[in-house]
């Protein structure tokens, strides 16, 4: 890895991550105790409460305001110098409300993760939970991938389902969603941190030392006498 302080052989690697907003993946991040130094929280909004978040738990903040910047091009160069200064090995979009351009993903390929709460490919964009709703699928969840030029579709590192129920509004699903973006998120971070995360010929992602498990999600529940075997 790049650019490690002094203490090298310790330390397994940087990373930054960028919000927008609220900044609950950010804090699920930070109470994981994760394999690596958290450089630094950039946001392109000053008042974004995960700013405040960060500043709670000794991370240093910065911001990159998009309105201050006549176009993407340009907002884009001066958040990657931001980021840079920090040597990252990862960039952690967790929340982060911005289209990238080509050269900013190209800048960072390989190196730059995105939570979405869809089970990609399904649901890319925004108001995922109401649009699930309005197809009336039984499953949905949420996806932590490699960001790609291809919106919302790059790589899938870990996916978390869960069942959607009748009664569900766009918030309570959001809700169930989330909890389990909390979860999923630290892993793939901690997967990468430790080098577990590899992408074979096919662009596909093989993880080393996971466990597989064959339990399957079934919703709405099956009556109990279709269940017995
Ligand atoms: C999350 O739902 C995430 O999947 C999406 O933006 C939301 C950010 O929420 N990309 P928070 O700021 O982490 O609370």
Redesign the pocket.
């Known amino acids: 890895m790049r650019n490690k302080p002094e203490s090298a052989d310790t330390n397994p690697g940087s990373i930054v991550i960028l919000?927008?907003?609220?900044?609950?993946?950010?804090r699920a991040i930070l109470e994981a105790d994760l394999p690596c130094r958290i450089a630094a929280v950039i946001s392109n909004h000053a008042d974004a409460p995960?700013l405040g978040i960060a500043r709670q738990h000794g991370i240093q903040t910065m911001t990159v305001e998009h309105r201050n910047y006549p176009d993407r091009q340009s907002f884009d160069s001066e958040l990657a110098i931001c980021i840079d200064s920090f040597h990252p090995d990862l960039v952690v979009?967790?929340?982060?409300?911005r289209i990238l351009t080509h050269e900013f993903v190209m800048r960072y390929k390989n190196r730059l993760i995105?939570?979405?709460?869809s089970l990609l490919p399904a649901y890319g964009g925004l108001n995922t939970h109401a649009r699930a709703l309005q197809d009336g699928v039984k499953i949905h969840g949420?996806t932590v991938h490699f960001v790609t030029e291809d919106l919302d579709h790059g790589p899938i590192i870990i996916q978390a389902a869960v069942p959607v129920f009748m009664d569900d509004t766009p918030a309570t699903l959001?809700a169930r969603?989330?909890h389990q973006?909390h979860r999923i998120f630290p892993q793939a971070i901690r997967w990468f941190c430790n080098g577990q995360l590899n992408l074979d010929a096919d662009g596909i992602v093989r993880i080393q030392d996971t466990e597989q498990r064959e339990t399957a999600l079934i919703s709405p529940r099956m009556e109990s006498r279709q269940c017995a075997s």
């Open positions: 919000i927008s907003g609220r900044g609950s993946n950010l995960g979009l967790a929340g982060f409300m995105n939570i979405h709460p949420c959001g969603v989330l973006e």
